[in-house]
């Protein structure tokens, strides 16, 4: 089966850092962009950052850039998001995605593997 | 910016329900849908605006492309009932505020 587990999030005070880590199983890993969305205490969906196949290239959203900065190691299956300057607004349960990809093309931006998610929560 | 309406609704088992999803600028059909039960990760429902993810129930479908976009069930199941989410593809993946679908 196609899997993502996350973790590493957790209590954290304002200004902390964390390392989020991805899991990943059951698929290619290193042929596959990977991605993550958090989302808001009962709101909507954001996305974070993402990263290529080969770990060249990243991208994060404004509101996070210079701030988090996700990595990945293909050999161990992994993606990671290192979390820096925390506030209060980065609350959030985090998910670990992979890019989906048809019969005919991939879509970086579309997202068919989610994972379960992990909870950051920064407060003093 | 992606704006979805209605940020709720309420229906019953067998009703037909939409949802549209409008974006800011053209984004041709770099459209996808996923839904969300309580608790659960989003489920990938449908790409390019109105291709139907393998294994989605053909009640599902999708339409639109340009600026303007709908979701629709045409014959809702108890197994529905959740939030329904847009997301362009386009530049920076962005997000509807969803659409909570619950039990009239």
């Known amino acids: 089966d196609v899997n993502l587990v996350e973790s590493g999030g957790r209590l954290v005070q304002p200004g902390g850092s964390l390392r989020l880590s991805c899991a990943a199983s059951?698929?290619?890993?290193?042929?596959?962009?990977m991605t993550w969305i958090r989302q808001l205490p009962g709101k909507g969906l954001q996305w974070v950052a993402n990263?290529?196949?080969?770990?060249?290239?990243?991208y994060f959203a404004d509101s996070v850039r210079g701030r988090f900065f996700i990595s990945r190691d293909n050999a161990d299956n992994s993606v990671f998001l290192d979390v820096n300057t925390l506030s209060v607004e980065d609350s959030a349960l985090y998910f670990c995605v992979r890019m989906f990809c048809s019969r005919q093309t991939c879509y970086t931006d579309a997202f068919d593997v989610w994972g379960q998610g992990t909870v950051v929560t920064v407060s003093s | 910016q992606m704006t979805q309406f209605p940020s709720s609704l309420s229906a019953s088992v067998g009703d037909r329900v939409s949802i549209t999803c409008r974006a800011s600028?053209?984004?041709?059909?770099?459209l996808v849908w996923y839904q969300q039960k309580p608790g659960k990760a989003p489920k990938f429902l449908i790409y390019g605006a109105s291709t139907l993810q393998t294994g989605v129930p053909s009640r599902f479908s999708g339409s639109g492309s340009g600026t303007d976009f709908t979701l629709t069930i045409s014959s809702l199941q108890p197994d529905d009932f959740a939030t329904y989410f847009c997301q362009t593809t386009v530049g920076a993946p962005t997000f509807g505020q969803g659409t909570k679908v619950d039990i009239e």
């Open positions: 600028q053209n984004i041709r059909t770099a």
């Open positions: 059951g698929f290619r890993f290193s042929s596959f962009w």
């Open positions: 990263i290529n196949e080969d770990g060249s290239q990243t």
